[in-house]
């Protein structure tokens, strides 16, 4: 079964940090390009960072209400993707989802093959 099986999340206070995970089974995350998206209540679901395959010889793609804070990883060996979060703020409180599309090069959000089943971010004190 071809899947992103995303963990993490959780309620934290602001300025703290959580990493979440997304582990694929049925294919390899290396040929396909990668992002993290996310979606607040009453808002439309927005693509935060990505990075290409690991062919493409590039950096990760972040918007700029989350660079310096968040970074994404790819783990090749264990097949898993990251989001590490750091000084977390009220406003990134969201269902954040994983998500790999067929391509070298990040995509628009319709594009995308595959999504992890969302886990939910709080951010609140």
């Given at each position: 079964?071809?899947q ?15 990493r ?8 390899r995350?290396?040929?396909?390009a ?7 209540p ?7 960072t ?6 493409v ?11 310096g804070?968040?970074a994404?990883?790819?783990?090749s060996?264990?097949?898993t ?5 750091n ?7 969201a269902?954040?989802?994983?998500a ?5 090069y990040c995509s628009?959000l ?11 971010v709080?951010v609140s004190?």
């Amino acid at each position: 079964q071809l899947q992103l099986v995303g963990s993490g999340g959780g309620l934290v206070q602001p300025g703290g940090s959580l990493r979440l995970s997304c582990a694929a089974s049925g294919f390899r995350l290396d040929h396909y390009a990668l992002g993290w998206f996310r979606q607040a209540p009453g808002k439309e679901r927005e693509g935060i960072t990505c990075i290409g395959s690991v062919d493409v010889d590039d950096s990760p793609y972040y918007i700029d209400s989350v660079k310096g804070r968040f970074a994404m990883a790819r783990d090749s060996a264990k097949n898993t993707m990251y989001l590490q979060m750091n000084n977390l703020k009220p406003e990134d409180t969201a269902v954040y989802y994983c998500a790999a599309v067929k391509s070298r090069y990040c995509s628009p959000l319709e594009l995308y093959d595959y999504w992890g089943q969302g886990t939910q971010v709080t951010v609140s004190s």
